[in-house]
């Protein structure tokens, strides 16, 4: 299986356009200080050619020359993503849809609960709908999915979605089960595993156990302090209010998943006032002494 990170930021990028906090003054005055990175997203294949994009982030159109995938002899137009698997209905993970509207078909894999908020509270679907045929595949939490692709074959892979915790978008006009999962992708053939969990505001026993049948953990780095945001002035919210575990601290999400025996653990959806974005920051320093990294855009597995 393979994997590539097309984003590895939470939702305004890093640096963010409007912010200059100490990570973002940082990179803007010091560019070898840290990577920009765009908004969070994933893709996986099979076979390096067919790609399935995790979650679809408003910087998919750049996003996607990451993607090793040609067009046919002669071909005037090629579409490298076979489907968009989506683990909520934010506007940083679902924007993108819009923006894929040329494929002319979208196949949106989604939890009944996510496709409810991206047809009748964003309308994501409706306007998508406007220029593409878009079909939306059901995912049932705890039960495992075979991706197909645009032509109707198998591509190898399985999502099966679990639940996590976090509150549902803020403009949901309903608190649903199911709005907000994690996903574990299997390949098949081979049996190995990815989880990608980019937003989780809690990490108890079950969610670890199930992290640690998986080859590769991609994990909600969002903040490192629970107080990073109120801190900075930035938001009257502490991390967890904002339905994210901090990375830092005794019972942060570091100390936990460094226990894990995946051959990678790997923070993504990382906030631009994290200071373990800054290369030789000492934040940066205790994730890599744990054993894991924090994802940068392009970074790329074969599992």
């Not at 009748?120 to 999915?145: H, M, N, Q, Y």
Request: hydrophobic content about 45%.
């Amino acid at each position: 299986m393979h994997v590539v990170l097309l984003g590895t930021a939470a939702g305004g990028g890093f640096p963010q356009w409007n912010c200059w906090c100490p990570s973002c003054r940082a990179v803007r005055e010091d560019p070898a200080a840290a990577a920009p990175r765009s908004q969070s997203s994933a893709a996986v294949s099979a076979d390096g050619t067919h790609w399935f994009l995790l979650n679809a982030s408003p910087d998919v159109r750049d996003q996607l020359r990451l993607l090793a995938s040609a067009p046919a002899a002669g071909a005037v137009r090629h579409v490298p993503v076979e489907g968009v698997v989506l683990t909520d209905a934010e506007l940083d993970h679902s924007l993108g849809i819009v923006l894929l509207r040329e494929a002319r078909a979208l196949r949106i894999h989604a939890t009944p609960a996510v496709a409810r908020i991206l047809a009748e509270d964003s309308r994501i679907l409706a306007v998508t709908g406007a220029f593409a045929d878009v079909e939306v595949v059901p995912l049932a939490p705890g039960t495992a999915t075979p991706l197909v692709r645009r032509d109707g074959s198998p591509s190898g892979l399985l999502v099966e979605p679990f639940l996590v915790a976090a509150g549902p978008p803020r403009f949901a006009t309903r608190d649903e089960p199911g709005h907000t999962v994690g996903l574990v992708i299997t390949d098949a053939g081979r049996g190995t595993r990815c989880a990608f969990v980019p937003g989780a505001g809690a990490l108890d026993d079950a969610l670890m156990a199930r992290l640690a049948t998986c080859d590769l953990v991609l994990f909600d780095g969002t903040f490192w302090d629970d107080d990073e945001m109120v801190r900075l002035g930035i938001s009257t919210k502490r991390a967890r209010e904002l339905d994210h575990l901090p990375v830092g601290g005794p019972d942060g999400s570091l100390a936990r998943l460094a226990a894990l025996p995946a051959r990678h653990r790997v923070y993504t959806h990382v906030n631009n006032t994290n200071p373990m974005l800054l290369s030789r920051s000492p934040e940066r320093e205790e994730v890599e002494r744990h054993g894991l990294a924090v994802g940068h855009d392009g970074m790329r597995f074969v599992l």
